[in-house]
């Protein structure tokens, strides 16, 4: 989310005990809550945190279940490997080259405000129905926030930066190695954040519309056979992933904010 | 993507792009466009593409006119219109509620950080078939799904706003001995509007992308549906059109918050000193 | 009010002997960026810059006189005329034995203090313990001894700014060029900081240029004060102060110093109101 460079920081010692006891409160929470509304709405319907888990245990111990992982991990690993280098790339380049981003930079918002879902017959009938359809899936959703974030960072470089470069005789090579790109991490490092999330939402997106493998597969099957304990532990599994990474990855960029 | 869109601190910090220049990139982006749609047009007529799987954009556009002439998908276009209308408005007010909530409670915020990104890494859409059990078999699992996935945007980016109003002018405001509701509706809201701006903007772009998503997967009528119909039946002719009607439309949509958004910075930011 | 100008300037002829930077009717204009009528910024400009002085620039806003420092930087090279460093010509690239000191905080935010003092020696590919020693002693000149391991984000403007002029001492320039260092900073840091600019002048023997908006700072600190005009900026006047290299804030006391500093403000005045009004 935001982050506050200007707070002053607080010692490393203070910000830790607050943080565990915040989150062990969050998580009793959520449980409590998911708990609470699972006997309001019936445990049918909405099963309870013991009932997801062991759904969950059960799917693993299905011995198709690691094909659909594998499936849609190789899917997804593929899809980000390209979000990140194509958007990166992307926006470095319009971030560099002032009248190409200002260009591109409205053209960019509007293509991210499609709903992508509905290109997804096209992207089908260009890739067919494999594993490349699903990457294609991936990367239309998480390149354009990539890119942006990108190209913000490099535009946002404060000039005093560059006339340093020039004031300590530094050789292009060096400038961007030592001072352009430490100055530009942070905020492509959000991007990546943002990226992350929405890639894998594309690729499983994907894989629900139109796959016969996947974990997003066994989703709408899920959905479809109405079968909220499999939905549920799949969902949980996701969710989980997502906020592992997520989390990573705010560390690193707190990191690397000081 | 909870984020304020990153492109509005660039704004804020270069000011709109002034005088001729601003000409020569609205020129050159439209030349950008209509080369992209150009080579697209040859590349379906020639067979570089498969001309049956992507037909060229101008018969895209015939369908189109076509498809919006005979009405015959007017109502689902009527039915999408109504629920994302619903999801937007439950959204932006339920949202700038939320984004307050947070404003106030900081640690309520500081625990819910982490949270909000993998918010948006699982497919809002698992929550359907519970959504159908809670509001029946109708509009509503939609519409909230829609206004699930827009809520989040629009609390973030107000408690974004509120934070940034700077502590200058609430000082004003005490010196002023103005009260609470007087502080908020006179200093804290205008000065917080352009990123509540965005969170709306972010809103009906995520609500319509709910929406039709939505339709598109798991439902049995409006825009998203009938172009999946049509996708299942090798009806390409009207999927094309479908999907050209729902891009203009998006597109029309999108120039028009632009628009507003741009003249809301104007003259609502101090862009900071050069 | 309608006093002519009087415009100062030395005698066309090569550089005198103790010249460190030879400034040759350099004047910078700048092109319009939507095609309109070219902006005059600067000039021209014919002046001397006597080895090891300590020489301040004072002028209304908008003169031009951060454009000058960026011409004897190098970083921008003149529309016309020249400028010679130690007796080469300098054409916009910035030679070896330069630092600049700019208005904003340089500090890079991702560096420790350490690291950032000692950025420009290792990019000149000094070896480590040169670089090492080097950074201590600036940074126990500065006073930051202590705040060597700790990020800029966690020191205040003024500390930032040490940090900047420690970078700049690491690399033991023959000249050194101060672009309003001190223009964020509030009064008592910016006297104290004065302070500490005549120590590291006295203590490294080099040329010191310093651009500055505050009169008593240029009188304060200078040998010499050179006056600069309302855009484009040309020095009006340029006054020698006379104070003895071991100056410090009693200087203040000198009834010259009053003398100076009204002398330079009935010129600046007049200078500064076009400069409003424009």
Known sequence: MSAHVSERIPTRRQAKPSSWMDTVVLIAGILLLWQLSSWALGTEVLPGPARTLTQLQREFADPDFGAHLAETSKAFAWALLIAVAGGIGLGLVLGARRLAGDVMEPLLIALYSIPKIALYPIILLVFGLGISAKVAFGVIHGIIPIAIFTMTAVRNIRPVYIRSIRAHRLSPWQGAMHVLIPATVPEIVAGLRIGFSLTLLGTLLGEMFASQRGIGHLLMLAIDRNNPPTIMALALLLFLFATAVSIALLRWDRHLRH | ???????????????????????????????????????????????????????????????????????????????????????????????????????????????????????????????????????????????????????????????????????????????????????????????????????????????????????FLLSGAGLGYQIAFAYNNFDNATMYGLMFLLLTFIGAINLVLHAVEHSLYQRRVIKEAV | MAEALNLVTESPTPAIPGTHVAIRGATKIFAAPGGGTPLHALGPITFDLRQGEFFSVVGPSGCGKSTLLDLVAGLSAPTEGSISFEGTEIKGQVPDGVAVVFQEDASFPWLKVFDNAAFGARRNGLPENEVKERVEHALAFMGLSGFAKAYPSQLSGGMRQRVCIARAMVLRPRLML?????????????????????????????????????????????????????????????????????????????????????????????????????
Do not use: C
């Not at chain 2, 009527?78 to 909530?101: R, V």
């Not at chain 2, 106030?104 to 078939?129: E, G, N, W």
């Open chain 3, 178 to 278: 101060l672009d309003e260092p001190f223009g964020a900073l509030d009064q008592q840091t910016r006297l104290l900081m004065g302070e500490e600019m005549l120590k590291l002048w006295r203590e490294t023997g080099s040329t010191v240029m310093l651009i500055t908006h505050s009169i008593d700072e240029a009188v304060l600190l200078s040998d010499r004060i050179g006056t600069m005009s309302a855009r484009p900026g040309q020095f009006i006047d340029i006054v020698e102060t006379g104070w003895s290299r071991e100056r410090g804030s009693e200087t203040a006391m000198d009834p010259k110093y009053g003398a100076l500093q009204s002398k330079i403000w009935s010129v600046l005045r007049n200078e500064s109101l076009k400069a409003l009004g424009a």
């Open chain 2, 1 to 215: 993507m909870a984020n304020t869109m990153p492109s509005n601190d660039a704004l804020s910090k270069r000011g709109r792009v002034m005088g001729p220049r601003r000409y020569r990139v609205a020129l050159l982006r439209s030349i950008v466009v209509l080369l992209s749609i150009a080579l697209l047009e040859v590349a379906s007529r020639q067979a570089w593409i498969d001309p049956i799987s992507f037909i060229p954009p101008s018969e895209m556009a015939l369908s189109a006119w076509t498809l919006l002439t005979d009405g015959a998908y007017r109502e689902d276009m009527m039915l999408t219109l109504s629920s994302a209308t619903a999801s937007i408005l439950m959204a932006t007010s339920a949202g700038f509620l939320f984004g307050l909530a947070l404003f106030k409670l900081p640690r309520l915020r500081r625990v819910l950080d982490p949270l909000l990104l993998s918010y948006y890494a699982v497919p809002i859409f698992v929550l359907y078939p519970l959504l159908i059990v809670l509001f029946g078999l109708n509009r509503w699992p939609l519409i909230m799904l829609g206004f699930l996935f827009a809520i989040i945007a629009m609390a973030v980016n107000t408690l974004n706003g509120l934070e940034r109003v700077p502590q200058v002018l609430l000082r004003t405001a005490r010196v002023l001995r103005m009260g609470k509701t007087r502080e908020a509706l006179l200093i804290t809201l205008p000065a917080s509007l352009p990123f509540v701006f965005t969170g709306i903007k972010l809103a009906i772009v995520y609500s319509f992308i709910a929406v039709i998503g939505g339709e």
